[in-house]
């Protein structure tokens, strides 16, 4: 196995956090730039939250399967 530095969880998560902040503030910018050129404020409705957060579910198990090398 190979030897690894010691904080490599913590770097691994601060890295993915990062990259999840990031995706967020783009999501939420092209959210209010469509609003704005619709000329009113961004809507999300329930059901619009919901399909985004089964997509999220989505990405994250084909990421974790990414990880254990399925």
């Known amino acids: 196995?190979?030897?690894?530095?010691?904080n490599w969880k913590r770097?691994?998560?601060?890295?993915g956090g990062i990259i999840g902040a990031l995706?967020?503030?783009?999501a939420a910018?092209?959210?209010?730039?469509?609003?704005e050129e619709e000329g009113?404020?961004?809507?999300l409705k329930?059901?619009?939250g919901i399909?985004?957060?089964?997509?999220v579910m989505?990405?994250?198990?084909?990421i974790g399967k990414q990880g254990r090398g399925q």
């Open 51 to 55: 399909q985004v957060g089964m997509s």
């Open 23 to 26: 995706t967020g503030l783009g």
């Open 11 to 15: 770097n691994f998560l601060i890295v």
């Open 29 to 35: 910018y092209l959210m209010i730039r469509q609003a």
């Open 58 to 62: 989505t990405l994250m198990r084909q």
């Open 46 to 48: 329930a059901s619009d």
């Open 1 to 6: 196995m190979e030897t690894m530095e010691p």
């Open 40 to 43: 009113g404020r961004p809507q």
